[in-house]
């Protein structure tokens, strides 16, 4: 069965400062990958997602992740976080032995102080 | 832009009660889903509909059942809403086909029972 861990609950950086989320996923295959984002009150919205070809993905709002098979990781960066990057972060994964059914992580929340 | 629209952003029902919740997108999608979201849990599937009259039990299905009549609307039933099923519920849809489609998702409903 697929699985995806995010180890960090909250994580709070300074603003301009350089981030990165851990995503780990269980599969055997090659799977889906997606990042989303949450603001609060909202819904959730893609940053990305990888599914073959470059293993450097880039989204939107400047964000990126980079989908390394050796480790099962999926970790999503921005070079200087902003204020308004504070949220929820979800990484997902998606595979044929799941009916391609998305499965969610646990979410990490993202805290930035000024 | 897809759009999923939920009927109620906040619903506050009695422990017994039947509660609807619904949810309509605007894209043609065959794939629906509703997720639930607890803090720490992150989100966790309900019931998902491949197409019209279609719909498969999730990873939490007790307690819950759903309809999709049209290919437009997927609504979720509370037969009889308990304390524990207070929580965030978000509906989401994609296009059919290869597990690469992201999910579009609408605000979420804010469910209270009391």
């Known amino acids: 069965a697929q699985s995806v861990t995010q180890p960090d609950i909250h994580i709070t950086v300074s603003e301009g400062a350089s981030l990165e989320l851990r995503c780990n996923y269980s599969?055997?295959?090659?799977?889906?990958l997606f990042w989303y984002v949450q603001s609060p009150g909202q819904g959730l919205q893609l940053l990305l997602k990888?599914?073959?070809?470059?293993?450097l993905v880039q989204g939107i709002k400047g964000f990126e992740a980079e989908f390394k098979r050796s480790q099962s990781s999926f970790n999503l960066r921005k070079p200087s976080v902003h204020w308004s990057d504070a949220a929820e972060y979800f990484c997902?994964?998606?595979?044929?032995?799941?009916?391609?059914?998305?499965?969610f992580g646990r979410g990490t929340s993202l805290i930035v102080h000024p | 832009d897809v759009k999923v629209t939920q009927s109620s952003r906040y619903l506050v029902k009695r422990t017994g009660e039947k509660v609807f919740l619904e949810c309509v997108q605007d894209?043609?999608?065959?794939?629906m889903f509703w997720y639930r979201q607890d803090p720490g849990l992150g989100l966790r599937l309900i019931y998902f509909?491949?197409?019209?009259?279609?719909?498969e039990k999730g990873d939490i299905p007790e307690g819950y059942s759903v309809s999709r009549e049209k290919k437009e609307r997927f609504s979720l039933i509370l037969e009889s809403a308990s304390t524990n099923q207070t929580s965030m519920y978000l509906c989401?849809?994609?296009?059919?086909?290869?597990?690469?489609?992201?999910?579009?998702f609408g605000n979420g409903t804010r469910l209270t029972v009391t």
């Open positions: 894209m043609d999608h065959e794939n």
């Open positions: 990888y599914f073959s070809g470059d293993t």
């Open positions: 989401a849809s994609r296009s059919a086909g290869v597990g690469n489609s992201p999910l579009h």
């Open positions: 997902a994964v998606g595979a044929e032995g799941g009916s391609y059914i998305p499965t």
């Open positions: 509909s491949y197409d019209v009259k279609m719909k």
């Open positions: 599969y055997g295959a090659t799977p889906y």
